[in-house]
Every structure is written in structure tokens, then in C-alpha cells.
């Protein structure tokens, strides 16, 4: 079997397949690309007798015995054929077309353990892998409708397209019938919301590391052309060894699309004030709505609580929509705060501005931020003054943290694995 690792190469991978008949197997050479599979009994390939176009929609399905993967069924004529290989040369197959199609039959592949989270939308379960023994965390998604089925396939789209350390990864999709199940990896974590409401310690230090990751897989989506829209607390999670993951990509767009389905979206109290600003959706936003909603996080890490407190739900959307909070609290992290929530985009820094940002104030405790501003932004003292001038060795964050009445030792852990990362 061989592999190709040069993207601009369209063949993935190569290797023998045998199509069993009553007096004579035949062996076939497959050669997997990009954007179909042929078969032929000639290694030039010059005459394929077999041949499957992929598409993101395209079903496939495997031969599964004893628990083992021992070959796939291949459309031909309106008709099924069978076909078998060697079980390391059938895995990396697989592999390669979890990233390109869809599978069918989930329950043949995995064993369900135990639900993990259960929505109106879906449901999110523990399942292990019948071969492997690996466990993973399975999203149930049912298209009801058309609108639904479009959102779900551009989950997977824009899932398929990232790998980084920071952001959930996908390894491959089922359908039966018009549910959707997104097998990615299993996160042994809390999400941010959990851990900001309970952690009664966390350093200034300890906060940064887990924004400079949030940033960093930021960064790596918008430099990848797709903006999340839908970064909250509840939607980064910390595992226990204090790697930060992204999740839910389900309203992320590519830029250029933002306009085009779910214009308006986000959850209220994260979510950037021109999306919801957008009259008749016809102003068009950009990836530095992500940084703003990740202000909000950063807010919430400090204090416990919404940048945009309020009684009701409609009250938050109102001051959502016209940027209406009050930051009181003095140390560089809430004048980190305070840039990443600025109404104006324009004023806004970019992700990778931001992620440059943090990491000076890692090296440096007495890193100035406002005066990072103002250079970045050529702006003078009265432009940027909705910056404090926070005397640098005051840190006063620690003073909003709450305190537990009764000792936890899952959220002792989360705090210890946290305060271990900038050690």
C-alpha cells in the first residue's frame, strides 16, 4: 500500500482488494483520490472496471464479522458487490474516507455506554469502538427539514477542514436515515461555564495560558477562512490534562457566507453587537466578532459573571445589542477585556493580534496593555479611554473569585491541573 503526503497530489492511498466468486476470486488494485475510488484489475488503471465519485453526501458501507473489519460494499450497475482486503490496508481506508464521506450502520462500528448530553437538537453519547476499544463522544443530529440538514452538513464541512490541538476533532460521520451521527473524539473535561461558576482559585496566569489557547485555535480557524460564531463558556472545554478545546461548530460559516444562512445568530450575552445590529442582514461582519464573544468568556473567567448582567433574557439582548456594560474591576485582564469588547470592530484586535498580545503578557507580568493599544491602534489617551490605567504590579482579578462553602475535589483537580500549566 502507498501513501502520498504531498497535498497537491490527488492520490491518497493504493492497494489490492479481492472480489470473491464461486470458482475464481479476482484481485483488483484500488486507488483512492480526493474526489472518487477506481478499480482495476491493471495497475495502470487504464481501464477501471470500477468506479465510485465522492461526495460529502456519498453512503459507504463496511463488512463487519466477528467484530473485525474484513472489506466494503461497492455500487455497480444497481447492483452491491462485495469486496475484501487486509484488515491494515481496509483501516487506513477507512481513515481516509472519514475525512471525504459519509458511513452507514453506526450500531455494527460502536457500542453505546452511556448519554453524555441531550438536547432539543440532538443528543451527545459515549460509545466505544467495537474494534478498537477506543472510546468516543458520538453527536446524534436528525434533519427534520432541509434548513436543518444544510446546518448539519456544514458542521461536518467546516469539522473536516481543521485539525489543530485546540478544536475538536472529527474522525468520521454515519447517517441512517435522516440522523446524522459525528463521531469525534472524547473530551474528559469540564466546559469553561462549569469550571468559571466553581473554581473558587485560578490565577491571572492561569487564565492567560487558557486564552492564549483559545487564541491559538482562533487564530488557526480564521486563517482558515471560517468564522465560529458561537464562542460561549459552554462551548470550550478544559480536559484534565489542561488542553482547551473548542466545540460545536454548528453556526460557523466560511468568510464571505456570513450573510447567507444564520446571518443573525450567536447566544445572547456573547454574542458581537453588529450581528445583531444587522438591519435587514445586509452589513456584512468578519472574524473579529469571534474575538469579541471570547471577551465574554474572558469576563466570565474573572468575575462569575455575564458582562451583560440582567434579569431576563430580553434584558441581556437588549444590552448585548447596544454594548451596554460597565467594567469596574481594575488588573490587565480586565483592560485585556476591555479591548476584545470594543463596539467597533474597527477597534477591535484581530486574533492573531490578540494572541501576540497574550503572550507578551505571559513574558512580561509588567506588560502594559494600554500602552500595547494605543501603538497598535495609533490612537492617543483620550481615544482609549475606556482603558483604565491600572498601576502595573496591581492584580486585582483574585477579589472576584467565590468562594466555595464545601471543598470539591474534582474542582480542586481542574484548579490544580490549571495552576500546573504556567509552572
Known amino acids: 500500500m502507498q501513501f502520498k503526503s504531498k497535498q497537491n497530489d490527488q492520490q491518497i492511498l493504493h492497494f489490492t482488494v479481492i472480489r470473491k466468486h464461486f470458482f475464481l476470486d479476482r484481485i483488483y488494485y484500488l486507488k483512492l483520490e480526493k474526489d472518487f475510488i477506481i478499480m482495476s484489475s491493471e495497475t495502470d488503471f487504464k481501464?477501471?472496471?470500477?468506479?465510485?465519485?465522492?461526495?460529502?453526501?456519498?453512503?459507504?458501507?463496511?463488512?463487519?464479522?466477528?467484530?473485525?473489519?474484513?472489506?466494503?460494499?461497492?455500487?455497480?450497475?444497481?447492483?452491491?458487490?462485495?469486496?475484501?482486503?487486509?484488515?491494515?490496508?481496509?483501516?487506513?481506508?477507512?481513515?481516509?474516507?472519514?475525512?471525504?464521506?459519509?458511513?452507514?450502520?453506526?450500531?455494527?462500528?460502536?457500542?453505546?455506554?452511556?448519554?453524555?448530553?441531550?438536547?432539543?437538537?440532538?443528543?451527545?453519547?459515549?460509545?466505544?469502538?467495537?474494534?478498537?476499544?477506543?472510546?468516543?463522544?458520538?453527536?446524534?443530529?436528525?434533519?427534520?427539514?432541509?434548513?436543518?440538514?444544510?446546518?448539519?452538513?456544514?458542521?461536518?464541512?467546516?469539522?473536516?477542514?481543521?485539525?489543530?490541538?485546540?478544536?475538536?476533532?472529527?474522525?468520521?460521520?454515519?447517517?441512517?436515515?435522516?440522523?446524522?451521527?459525528?463521531?469525534?473524539?472524547?473530551?474528559?473535561?469540564?466546559?469553561?461555564?462549569?469550571?468559571?461558576?466553581?473554581?473558587?482559585?485560578?490565577?491571572?496566569?492561569?487564565?492567560?495560558?487558557?486564552?492564549?489557547?483559545?487564541?491559538?485555535?482562533?487564530?488557526?480557524?480564521?486563517?482558515?477562512?471560517?468564522?465560529?460564531?458561537?464562542?460561549?463558556?459552554?462551548?470550550?472545554?478544559?480536559?484534565?490534562?489542561?488542553?482547551?478545546?473548542?466545540?460545536?461548530?454548528?453556526?460557523?460559516?466560511?468568510?464571505?457566507?456570513?450573510?447567507?444562512?444564520?446571518?443573525?445568530?450567536?447566544?445572547?450575552?456573547?454574542?458581537?453587537?453588529?450581528?445583531?445590529q444587522n438591519i435587514g442582514n445586509k452589513n456584512q461582519y468578519d472574524s473579529k466578532v469571534d474575538v469579541f464573544s471570547a471577551g465574554c468568556v474572558l469576563y466570565k473567567l474573572l468575575t462569575s459573571k455575564s458582562l451583560f448582567e440582567a434579569e431576563t433574557s430580553k434584558q441581556v439582548l437588549k444590552k448585548n445589542k447596544n454594548c451596554l456594560f460597565h467594567i469596574k474591576e481594575q488588573g490587565r485582564l480586565f483592560d485585556l477585556t476591555k479591548i476584545l469588547v470594543r463596539q467597533n470592530p474597527l477597534d477591535r484586535p484581530t486574533s492573531l493580534q490578540t494572541l501576540q498580545l497574550i503572550q507578551k503578557m505571559i513574558d512580561d507580568e509588567s506588560f502594559d496593555v494600554n500602552i500595547w493599544y494605543r501603538n497598535t491602534f495609533n490612537c492617543n489617551q483620550s481615544t482609549s479611554s475606556l482603558l483604565s490605567n491600572t498601576p502595573k504590579n496591581v492584580n486585582l482579578s483574585k477579589s472576584n473569585l467565590k468562594t466555595l462553602s464545601t471543598p470539591n475535589s474534582s474542582i480542586q483537580f481542574f484548579s490544580n491541573q490549571i495552576n500546573k500549566m504556567i509552572k
Open 47 to 276: 481501464k477501471p472496471k470500477y468506479y465510485l465519485s465522492l461526495s460529502p453526501d456519498t453512503e459507504f458501507e463496511w463488512i463487519i464479522r466477528n467484530q473485525q473489519l474484513v472489506g466494503f460494499l461497492f455500487p455497480y450497475r444497481n447492483k452491491i458487490k462485495e469486496f475484501y482486503g487486509d484488515k491494515n490496508h481496509l483501516t487506513q481506508f477507512k481513515l481516509q474516507l472519514g475525512k471525504i464521506i459519509l458511513f452507514k450502520s453506526l450500531i455494527v462500528h460502536y457500542k453505546f455506554l452511556l448519554y453524555l448530553d441531550q438536547g432539543a437538537f440532538g443528543s451527545v453519547s459515549l460509545q466505544s469502538n467495537y474494534i478498537t476499544e477506543n472510546k468516543f463522544a458520538i453527536k446524534a443530529l436528525t434533519a427534520s427539514n432541509k434548513q436543518l440538514q444544510k446546518q448539519i452538513m456544514n458542521e461536518i464541512t467546516t469539522l473536516r477542514s481543521l485539525d489543530h490541538p485546540n478544536i475538536l476533532k472529527l474522525y468520521e460521520v454515519f447517517k441512517t436515515n435522516s440522523t446524522y451521527y459525528l463521531v469525534t473524539e472524547y473530551i474528559d473535561g469540564k466546559n469553561l461555564k462549569q469550571l468559571s461558576n466553581e473554581i473558587h482559585q485560578m490565577q491571572d496566569n492561569s487564565i492567560l495560558c487558557l486564552l492564549k489557547q483559545l487564541f491559538e485555535g482562533l487564530n488557526f480557524i480564521h486563517k482558515n477562512n471560517i468564522i465560529h460564531r458561537d464562542i460561549k463558556s459552554a462551548n470550550l472545554i478544559l480536559q484534565k490534562d489542561g488542553l482547551l478545546k473548542i466545540i460545536d461548530f454548528g453556526l460557523a460559516c466560511f468568510d464571505g457566507d456570513q450573510l447567507k444562512d444564520y446571518p443573525k445568530c450567536g447566544t445572547p450575552g456573547y454574542c458581537a453587537p453588529e450581528i445583531l
